[in-house]
């Protein structure tokens, strides 16, 4: 009798502690691995300090303009739709597609547009260190 509880409670711990039969439909997609911006110019090395992982979903309303501004963080998104294009203050030029990457200018001041007729949705990643904020925005100019 008390090989055969043995028995039924070894059967009940095999099957509780099973493997779980994972998926073989799992894909992984490469957007993008860089070491430069989308402008081509190489990206800075990361800061000493405590890292600090930021992630934010931006959304610019259909011709809405994102003012001049600054990243001193490495960033990186994706455009989840609509169309987005950004222009740095030297004239380059980047316009992006639902589902592109895209790896931002650091320390360069540019500004983005949405094109299009419908939302503009990022996400986008930016990689710094406490107390670093992710965007500076110059101030305009007052009269």
Same mark, same amino acid.
């Given at each position: 009798m008390k090989t055969l509880i043995q028995c039924l409670l070894l059967s009940f711990l095999v099957t509780a502690c099973a493997v779980p039969e994972y998926? %073989? !439909? @799992? /894909? =992984?997609? /490469?957007?993008?691995?860089? +070491?430069? =911006?989308?402008?081509? /110019? #190489? *990206?800075?090395?990361y800061p000493d300090g405590t890292p600090e992982i930021t992630i934010l979903r931006i959304t610019i309303p259909p011709k809405g303009l994102v003012p001049l501004h600054l990243h001193p963080v490495i960033n990186a998104g994706v455009l989840l739709k609509g169309k987005l294009s950004v222009t740095t203050e030297a004239g380059d030029e980047l316009h992006l597609e639902p589902n592109e990457p @895209?790896? %931002?200018?650091?320390?360069?001041? !540019?500004?983005?547009?949405? %094109?299009?007729? +419908? #939302?503009? %949705? @990022? *996400?986008?990643?930016?990689?710094?260190?406490?107390?670093?904020?992710?965007?500076?925005?110059q101030s305009p100019e007052k009269p």
């Open positions: 998926s %073989e !439909h @799992i /894909q =992984s997609t /490469q957007l993008i691995k860089t +070491t430069t =911006s989308w402008n081509g /110019q #190489p *990206l800075p090395a @895209i790896v %931002e200018v650091v320390n360069t001041w !540019h500004y983005g547009k949405n %094109e299009g007729d +419908t #939302p503009a %949705e @990022i *996400l986008v990643f930016y990689a710094g260190k406490v107390g670093t904020p992710v965007t500076i925005t």
